[in-house]
C-alpha cells in the first residue's frame, strides 16, 4: 500500500536555486510517472526543484502509485518537489503562468508531462544557456514512431549560430518561421545523425520555437511579459508556448540545443479543445499598437 503522499508547500519550496522543473498536467497519470522517472536520472545538476500541477478531472496524476514513487525518489535524490492542483482550469497560458509563479529559481524548464528526457539531458541545457547567455534554449522532441521516415528537405532549415544568439523578431511567413518544421517527426535526429558529433559535444541552432522542453533564464522570461497575456486570451486556446518564446526571442534570442535528449511519448493530447492560436491573438495586438 502507498502510504500518503506529502504535497510539499508553496512557501517551502519556492526558495533561490539554480533551476525548477515546471510540470502542467492533465489526466496522464502513466505518462507523467515517465516525465518524472526521467528528471530522476539526470546528474550534473545538483537539488534542481520540481514544481507538478494538476488539472485532472479526477484524482490528481500524481497520487497514481508510479507517479508518488518518482515523486519520493526525486526527494531521495535531494530534489525538492511542489505537488499542487489549479482549478478551474483557465487555459494553458495561465496554467504556465501559475507555475512559473511558483518558482524563484534562476533558470526555469518548462516540461511537458509527456517528455523523457535521457540521462546528461539537463546538464547539456544549462551548459548552453550558461555559455550562451541567451533567453532560452531548448530540446526539441524526438517522435521515435517516425525514425525510419527520414525527410530531407526539412534539413535546410537546421542552421547553427556561429557565435551567441542574438535578438530576432520572427514571424509567420518569413523563412525564419520555417525553422519550426525541423522539429517535426525525428527530423532533429536525423540531422544529429548526420553531424556525427564526437562524445560530449553539443551546438547551438537557430529555432523560432520549440515544444515541449524549453529552459528559460526566468529573469528574462517575466521581462519578456511570461505568460501573462493568458488573461487577453480565450481559454480554449493553444500555442501559449509559441506566444512566449517569440516575446523573449526578440528581446533575448534563444536556441535549440543539438543533442537533443527529449523523447515524446506519442499519447493522445488532452487539449482537445484548441479554438485559438494564442501567438495570434497576441501578434495580432503587438501590431494594433504599432505607429501608423
Same mark, same amino acid.
Given at each position: 500500500?502507498?502510504?500518503?503522499?506529502?504535497?510539499?508547500?508553496?512557501?517551502?519550496?519556492?526558495?533561490?536555486?539554480?533551476?525548477?522543473?515546471?510540470?502542467?498536467?492533465?489526466?496522464?497519470?502513466?505518462?507523467?510517472?515517465?516525465?518524472?522517472?526521467?528528471? %530522476?536520472?539526470?546528474?550534473?545538476?545538483?537539488?534542481?526543484?520540481?514544481?507538478?500541477?494538476?488539472?485532472?478531472?479526477?484524482?490528481?496524476?500524481? +497520487?497514481?502509485?508510479?507517479?508518488?514513487?518518482?515523486?519520493?525518489?526525486?526527494?531521495?535524490?535531494?530534489?525538492?518537489?511542489?505537488?499542487?492542483? +489549479?482549478?478551474?482550469?483557465?487555459?494553458?497560458?495561465?496554467?504556465?503562468?501559475?507555475?512559473?509563479?511558483?518558482?524563484?529559481?534562476?533558470?526555469?524548464?518548462?516540461?511537458?508531462?509527456?517528455?523523457?528526457?535521457?540521462?546528461? *539531458?539537463?546538464?547539456?541545457?544549462?551548459?548552453?544557456?550558461?555559455?550562451?547567455?541567451?533567453?532560452?534554449?531548448?530540446? *526539441?522532441?524526438?517522435?521515435?514512431?517516425?525514425?525510419?521516415?527520414? +525527410?530531407?528537405?526539412?534539413?535546410?532549415?537546421?542552421?547553427?549560430?556561429?557565435?551567441?544568439?542574438?535578438?530576432?523578431?520572427?514571424?509567420?511567413?518569413?523563412?525564419?518561421?520555417?525553422? %519550426?518544421?525541423?522539429?517535426?517527426? *525525428?527530423?532533429?535526429?536525423?540531422?544529429?545523425?548526420?553531424?556525427?558529433?564526437?562524445?560530449?559535444?553539443?551546438? %547551438?541552432?537557430?529555432?523560432?520555437?520549440?515544444?515541449?522542453?524549453?529552459?528559460?533564464?526566468? %529573469?528574462?522570461?517575466?521581462?519578456?511579459?511570461?505568460?501573462?497575456?493568458? +488573461?487577453?486570451?480565450?481559454?480554449?486556446?493553444?500555442?501559449?508556448?509559441?506566444?512566449?518564446?517569440?516575446?523573449?526571442?526578440?528581446?533575448?534570442?534563444?536556441?535549440?540545443?543539438?543533442?537533443?535528449?527529449?523523447?515524446?511519448?506519442?499519447?493522445?493530447?488532452?487539449?482537445?479543445?484548441?479554438?485559438?492560436?494564442?501567438?495570434?491573438?497576441?501578434?495580432?495586438?503587438?501590431?494594433?499598437?504599432?505607429?501608423?
Amino acid at each position: 500500500m502507498n502510504r500518503p503522499l506529502d504535497l510539499g508547500t508553496a512557501g517551502g519550496f519556492r526558495a533561490p536555486r539554480l533551476l525548477d522543473v515546471l510540470i502542467p498536467t492533465r489526466n496522464r497519470p502513466a505518462e507523467l510517472a515517465v516525465t518524472l522517472s526521467g528528471l %530522476a536520472a539526470q546528474e550534473g545538476v545538483p537539488g534542481f526543484g520540481v514544481v507538478v500541477s494538476d488539472q485532472s478531472d479526477g484524482d490528481a496524476a500524481y +497520487r497514481h502509485p508510479a507517479a508518488a514513487t518518482m515523486v519520493r525518489v526525486l526527494r531521495h535524490r535531494g530534489h525538492p518537489v511542489l505537488l499542487t492542483r +489549479r482549478l478551474p482550469r483557465r487555459g494553458l497560458a495561465e496554467h504556465r503562468a501559475y507555475l512559473l509563479a511558483a518558482s524563484a529559481a534562476r533558470y526555469v524548464l518548462c516540461l511537458d508531462d509527456d517528455v523523457w528526457l535521457e540521462p546528461g *539531458a539537463l546538464r547539456r541545457l544549462v551548459t548552453a544557456i550558461d555559455e550562451l547567455g541567451c533567453g532560452f534554449v531548448g530540446n *526539441a522532441v524526438h517522435g521515435l514512431s517516425y525514425v525510419d521516415d527520414v +525527410r530531407p528537405e526539412t534539413h535546410r532549415h537546421y542552421e547553427e549560430w556561429t557565435d551567441r544568439p542574438v535578438p530576432e523578431r520572427i514571424r509567420p511567413g518569413t523563412p525564419q518561421w520555417e525553422r %519550426a518544421s525541423i522539429h517535426s517527426a *525525428a527530423n532533429l535526429l536525423h540531422v544529429t545523425r548526420r553531424l556525427d558529433l564526437p562524445p560530449g559535444a553539443w551546438r %547551438a541552432y537557430k529555432v523560432s520555437w520549440i515544444g515541449g522542453c524549453v529552459l528559460y533564464d526566468r %529573469a528574462k522570461l517575466l521581462d519578456s511579459g511570461g505568460f501573462d497575456f493568458w +488573461r487577453r486570451v480565450h481559454e480554449k486556446h493553444q500555442g501559449e508556448d509559441v506566444a512566449a518564446q517569440l516575446a523573449v526571442l526578440a528581446r533575448f534570442g534563444g536556441a535549440g540545443v543539438l543533442p537533443s535528449g527529449a523523447y515524446h511519448l506519442e499519447s493522445p493530447t488532452t487539449v482537445t479543445e484548441r479554438d485559438v492560436e494564442a501567438w495570434e491573438v497576441v501578434l495580432a495586438e503587438e501590431e494594433s499598437t504599432q505607429p501608423a
